[in-house]
Nanobody, 127 residues
């Protein structure tokens, strides 16, 4: 498994921006597809974005497409989620996740694919 630590959450006004980061250790990062998910109180975990091990492929949930951008730096073992035009409904705990996918191009929206999860970082968007 991979150890994942998220950072960058906080309180922001509607329309604002945040950049989340996730630092990975314990496994060859460049062999892992990465994903971002979130969970709001009383709601199920929601897929947001995924990026392939090489960084060449990405995919977004419709709810965040055009507002969120996932990226990774394999030299620094980090994956980021840039969020703009935030809305109150974006309030949730945000999690990064890693899944082994050597080959470079695989991505997944399924939580079950990912075998390692971070502890989460709170994002609160005020209206």
């Amino acid at each position: 498994q991979v150890q994942l630590v998220e950072s960058g959450g906080g309180l922001v006004q509607a329309g604002g921006s945040l950049r989340l980061s996730c630092a990975a250790s314990g496994r060859t990062f460049s062999n892992d597809a990465m994903g971002w998910f979130r969970q709001a109180p009383g709601k199920e975990r929601e897929f947001l974005a995924t990026i392939s091990a090489s960084g060449a492929n990405t995919y977004y949930a419709d709810s965040v497409k055009g507002r969120f951008t996932i990226s990774r730096d394999n030299a620094k073992n980090t994956v980021n989620l840039q969020m703009i035009t935030l809305k109150p409904e974006d309030t949730a705990v945000y999690y990064c996740a890693a899944g082994s996918a050597p080959g470079g191009s695989y991505i997944s929206i399924r939580a079950g694919f990912y075998d390692s999860w971070g502890q989460g970082t709170q994002v609160t968007v005020s209206s």
